[in-house]
């Protein structure tokens, strides 16, 4: 056994000897990279340090018998969560019959806050929990301080749990309480293992990372808190030595490879896909028309009683399109109320609002009489006034005429909540009752006993029949294209009725599917208050009726809203036909806006479920300047763990990045990720179509002024 670690025990000598002599070098501090486990760490341990604020990274990696497949956010700068996929090569999934070959696929999720930054003197210090959400397999709680030394970041730590399964020293909050001294098993999976958490024996871990003179490479030493002799499932490995030894190779600022040698007798290899969503801004729109340019207006080429004249014969119908087709924004109607003129329309281009409304200020420019002053755009979405944007049209002028900066076109905007006052109508679009549009779905099942992906793509069609603006009714028609649902055999086991759990049927059943069809209402009921009411086959496992109100005063941090719904379970083809089970369900929501210069949206819901069970729904998301979103959200009811079955409760991870960022044209369209662990009945509500809270997102007028610069674009 010591002929085998002298050379380990030499080379990490040695690596750090040369790491302590280059301190003295001024070199930057290496970089926060990924651990085997994905967060931020040297190989199989974490370390107190984090990615930048709003980074979004995917890591693969292997170390036999575990591949490990991990995406992390960072979605504050003192947060890191993640969730993770783990194969265990040498263990299966299920029974022969249900899983083949499928090597058993583990679950888990992360979390990991830092206390204080890094000073002079004192470490950076973060404590965590790994596998807090999942089966509990490789459940862990640790403390880490980090602190650099030139370009050597060291770091040491505690670890109850798997990380720390060799048990160096007794755990002192055994002086509190003795049952800090033994840790418990995993009681249910998915339970965030509260029962467990900090107790039992601590392992010691910590290691360096070196900054190379060459910037593409990164050195990294470890001393393993694990001994691998109580592996999850009786997998117990060989350690040959507790010291892992890595590199990191930066392809480019997206593209990291990991390489290791780890248990002293173990080769590591990964990869890490990374990216910034914060930082993220839209490519080059060379599919958008340019803005149109200021040239010879009513107001310049003519004199006061000449230009009303112009403007008398003005072909508003054609300034409608050219709104549309340049501005993004479907005209309703364009009034005139004194020196103000009204623009009611529904951007359904530009994610950034001040594009919209400077791109249609140039347009109107040209066609306007000189009296008008100030550009009014009255966003309207689905037929409801969500707020009035008005721009004076002279100081947008000096800013485009290089007479004045954009900080003082932005004292110069007001948002106001839409009121009624006299006006002249100049023109009302003509009602465009049917829109429709072929698209490609895909849906996905992930991790399942049948299949570690499973999944299909279907041609879809979606259309609207309007009846009047607030009235409306839309559908889609789904065909199966392709799947691999031949493999879907599994159903989950449920103590509840089964309102989630017959995905498989529901998937399987029939290649020709109606998704949706849904006769909805929209109405504002007072100033601030916002109702709707739909009717129809509202998702694709439930039909009936409901109805949602909004409560969200312009510009306040807080809003309240209600739903009720009545449906009836859809039969498994989704046609027309109903199954037995119904359900009232509904839920009160308080949503609160928190934070300044960083935005957090919180929604708390309470209520009655699809499997008729109460509870609570909390939801926690960051929200990024550019219009990237990144949460949580978990749910309880009063279904016990038992009951509830593996998961214990609903809980998953989300983020939304617009596709504005990826595409050469704009757009408001979204690519919204959500991962859950497990599909189950227990906490499950219904998902209709819209949501009051999100069509009236403009009444937080945060988001127009911070991306106030896309009024020049």
Do not use: C
């Not at 800013?399 to 948002?415: G, I």
């Not at 849906?443 to 041609?459: E, M, N, T, Y």
């Not at 089970?581 to 934070?595: I, K």
């Not at 069970?613 to 016990?640: L, P």
Request: hydrophobic residues 35%; charged residues 20%.
């Amino acid at each position: 056994m010591s002929r085998n670690r002298m050379p380990l025990a030499s080379a990490a000598v040695a690596l750090l000897s040369l790491s302590i002599s280059a301190a003295l070098h001024a070199q930057e501090g290496p970089a926060p990279t990924a651990s085997d486990w994905g967060g931020v760490g040297l190989l199989q341990t974490p370390s107190a340090r984090m990615s930048d604020e709003g980074e979004l990274s995917l890591t693969a990696s292997h170390t036999s018998p575990y591949s490990r497949y991990t995406v992390v956010m960072q979605p504050l700068p003192w947060v890191e969560g993640a969730f993770r996929y783990i194969s265990v090569a040498n263990r299966r999934y299920g029974s022969e019959g249900l899983s083949g070959d499928q090597n058993y696929k583990d679950k888990s999720i992360d979390l990991k806050l830092r206390l204080w930054q890094e000073g002079r003197w004192l470490p950076e210090v973060s404590v965590g929990a790994r596998d807090l959400g999942g089966t509990g397999l490789f459940s862990s709680e640790y403390l880490v301080a980090n602190k650099r030394f030139g370009p050597v970041d060291a770091s040491l730590g505690v670890a109850t749990g798997y990380i720390g399964n060799r048990g160096d020293i007794a755990n002192p909050l055994g002086a509190i309480d003795d049952r800090f001294k033994e840790r418990p098993g995993v009681n249910t999976p998915g339970d965030f293992n509260t029962s467990a958490m900090f107790r039992g024996r601590l392992g010691i871990f910590g290691g360096i990372s070196y900054q190379t003179p060459w910037d593409r490479l990164q050195l990294k030493l470890e001393y393993d808190g694990n001994d691998y002799r109580n592996e999850p499932q009786r997998n117990n490995q060989k350690q040959s030595s507790p010291i892992n030894l890595g590199a990191v190779f930066t392809v480019n600022n997206n593209v990291l490879l990991h390489l290791g040698w780890e248990r002293g007798n173990t080769a590591m290899v990964g990869i890490t896909l990374r990216s910034n969503l914060a930082q993220a801004t839209p490519m080059t729109k060379l599919l958008d028309p340019p803005p149109v340019p200021r040239g010879a207006t009513v107001s310049q080429a003519t004199g006061v009683e000449e230009a009303q004249a112009v403007t008398a014969t003005t072909d508003w119908p054609a300034i409608a399109r050219e709104l549309e087709d340049n501005a993004g924004l479907r005209v309703k109607r364009i009034d005139r109320s004194g020196q103000e003129l009204i623009v009611s329309a529904e951007q359904r281009r530009f994610i950034y609002p001040a594009q919209g409304i400077g791109r249609a200020a140039r347009i109107l420019d040209g066609h306007a009489s000189p009296d008008v002053s100030w550009w009014t755009l009255r966003n309207v979405r689905l037929g409801l006034p969500v707020v009035e944007t008005s721009l004076e049209r002279k100081t947008f002028n000096d800013y485009l005429d290089d007479r004045t900066d954009l900080a003082a076109v932005s004292r110069h905007v007001e948002m106001t909540v839409p009121y009624a006052r006299r006006s002249e109508t100049l023109y009302e679009a003509p009602l465009k009752r049917f829109d429709g549009a072929f698209n490609v779905g895909y849906r996905q099942s992930v991790g399942g006993p049948d299949g570690f992906i499973l999944f299909q793509v279907a041609a879809m069609y979606g259309a609207t029949f309007r009846f009047n603006d607030n009235l409306w009714l839309s559908g889609t028609a789904s065909y199966n294209a392709y799947n691999n649902y031949d493999k879907f055999k599994y159903d989950a086991p449920s103590r509840l009725p089964r309102v989630r759990t017959y995905v498989r049927q529901y998937l399987t059943t029939s290649d020709f599917t109606l998704p949706n069809l849904q006769l909805t209402g929209t109405k504002q009921l007072g100033r601030d208050l916002y109702g709707m009411a739909y009717a129809g086959l509202l998702e694709y496992m439930y039909g009936g009726v409901g109805g949602e109100i909004l409560y969200r005063p312009m510009d306040e941090r807080w809003a309240l809203g209600a739903e009720l719904n009545w449906v009836r379970q859809r039969d498994f083809n989704q046609r027309f036909s109903f199954r037995d089970y119904s359900v009232a369900t509904g839920h009160a929501t308080l949503y609160y806006l928190w934070g300044d210069q960083r935005r957090i949206i919180s929604a708390v819901s309470a209520g009655r479920y699809l499997a008729k069970d109460w509870g609570a729904t909390v939801s926690v998301a960051r929200m990024f300047d550019n219009g990237v979103t990144m949460g949580a959200y978990a749910t309880k009811t009063d279904v016990s763990s038992r009951d509830f079955g593996e998961g214990s409760f609903d809980k998953g991870i989300y983020f939304s990045v617009p596709f504005d960022f990826m595409l050469p044209r704009s757009t408001r369209a979204r690519a919204d990720f959500m991962w859950n662990p497990l599909y189950r009945d227990g906490g499950a509500r219904l998902a209709h179509s819209h949501s009051l809270y999100q069509l009236t997102s403009e009444r937080d007028s945060e988001f127009f002024y911070r991306n106030f610069d896309a009024i020049a674009k």
